[in-house]
């Protein structure tokens, strides 16, 4: 693998910067832009997080995003950018809702709802952070693929090896290769590779868009299959966050995820996530289509 030839840290968060930083074509309506050499089906996570972008530029008073919902209807192309027309629904003295509406070919992609709230104290608890090993005592998801990279399928590399703004270090890491029946449960660390400035809403919006890169995959386990085997048809329904407490996005953040039922060709996912001192600073749902695919 030449490394040499590959973009540095610093350029990959510069741009997850640029593929964050939408245009404001009139108000209340952005433009997002498209993946630089992506071809395919825009993952997922990049369209929640410009939604939540669109959405908190129509924001003001102080409020911060603390929720957002989206469903997917139909898969966006990568070759595209996407267009997201905001609704201010609801302009309250503590809240504020926003519906969001992504849009290429003048067909929706994704209906996003996310809410805001003014900062206040309140009575306060949390779940517990599991124990789990440092991230320093961890090797990067992206480096054990590669050791499989021969085996591994042409647009399976092209996607899962490409550099990427963050980096996964898994706890109990699986081969897609030989995956084995296992519990559905899932834990592992990321984070931005490089320093993302001081401007929380950005931390807001990686954290939405880090959100959908470990989640669905927590409803295969029990069944020991891979989606790089040509056996199953795979795509997220919904997703849910849940933004709790302030964190960075550039500095380690455990996610912890699990599966408690799968069925119907669905599996339904739950996932946690805390900064490195303990606080639980978000809270993960999703249900995503789990199809096997006929034969």
Known sequence: MDF??????EALVAGL????????????????????????????????AQALVAAMRS???????????AYFMRPGD???????RVVR???????????????????PILNMAASFQLPEEGMAHQSAMPDAPPP????????????????????FVHFMLRPRPIEMRSIDPRSP???????????????????????PDLHRAVLAYASDLMLLGTSLLPHGVSVIRDEMITASLDHAVWLHEPFRADEWMLYVTDSPWSGHARGFNRG????????????????????????
């Open 272 to 295: 946690q996530i805390f900064s490195r001192d303990g606080r639980l600073v978000a809270s993960i749902a999703q249900e995503g289509l789990i199809r096997r695919r006929a034969r």
């Open 17 to 48: 910067r640029t593929l964050l930083d939408i245009e404001t074509i009139d108000t209340d309506l952005y433009r997002g832009p498209r993946l630089p050499g992506g071809r395919g089906r825009v993952f997922g996570g990049q369209v929640i």
């Open 177 to 199: 290769l030989r995956p084995e029946q296992r519990p559905p449960f899932a834990a592992g660390w990321f984070r931005a590779v490089a320093p993302l400035g001081d401007d």
């Open 4 to 9: 040499e030839a590959e973009p540095t840290p």
């Open 89 to 107: 629904d609801f302009e309250g003295r503590s809240f504020a809702t926003r519906r969001i509406i992504a849009m290429q070919k003048g067909e």
């Open 78 to 84: 990568e070759q595209l950018p996407i267009v997201y």
């Open 59 to 69: 924001v003001g008073g102080g409020r911060v995003a603390h929720s957002l919902h």
């Open 136 to 155: 320093e005592t961890l090797m990067s998801d992206r480096v054990l693929l590669e050791r499989d990279r021969a085996e591994l399928p042409a647009d």
